[in-house]
């Protein structure tokens, strides 16, 4: 039986190898740190300024964001908040309609909410990062981890034009033995802006699961009290049995 259950384990081993390192060679890798607030902030700040004129995060609201990420309300109020009609308890929506949306762009902005998730944190990263010039598209550019993306890359002005370098100097789509070069420099330098783009990543992680902050910062809690009752439970068995011994 013992031994069974010992080529099981072997027999497994490559699965679990495989698993592991399955990941898209041409990601990059972004591990969310929740923990991180001032990251956080600064995610929130990019997200609005940059995104939320297209995209929305419909299952955050803006009282909570700021609640979780310890933003005063008024900061909030005076600097997040742009549309005259939203308030510090509603949900950090726009007034994009996807029919609009889809006419102008040729494909609707999703909503961000869950975007971390579906797509995962390496994707949405690279994809922050992936936008290089396109000439060909409608928009200018184009996208390493999107191929033909809809979407203009807005952070331009911060990052600067990348263009897409092959091995052998001619402009392939995608694939392998390309790679992105700045050619024409942004406000931020290329550190300053991958460290934004993972605040900005770093925030949507958040987003999709906030109630992940709170629960990391009350296991600690947790792990005292199980260990405080488990001493006070001894305590008290040692009592009881005291007498039938
Ligand atoms: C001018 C409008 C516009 C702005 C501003 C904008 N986007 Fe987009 N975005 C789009 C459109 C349109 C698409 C859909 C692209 C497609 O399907 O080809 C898209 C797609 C995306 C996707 C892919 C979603 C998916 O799963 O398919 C992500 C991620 C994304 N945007 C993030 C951002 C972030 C982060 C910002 C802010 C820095 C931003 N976008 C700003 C228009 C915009």
New binding site residues.
Partial sequence: MRKSLFALCFALLPVTGLAAGGGDAHLRDMTPDLHDKASLQNGMQ??VN??????SLEHQRFARAAEDLDIPRELVEEHLIFADAQAFNDQMDNAMEPAQ?ES???????D?TL?TR??GAD??YS??LGFYRDPQRPTGVNNTV?P?????N??EPLQGVQQQVCGDGEHEDGGAGCHLELVQEGAMSPDAFERAMFD??NF?AYVGEPSRLQAQALAPKVLIFLFIFAVVAYLLKREYWRDVH
């Fill in positions: 990019l997200f940059y995104c939320m004129g297209c995209h949306g102008w762009f040729g494909a609707a902005p999703p961000l975007v579906l797509r994707w949405v994809y922050l999107f033909l993306v809809a979407m203009p807005v952070l900005l990543t949507l």
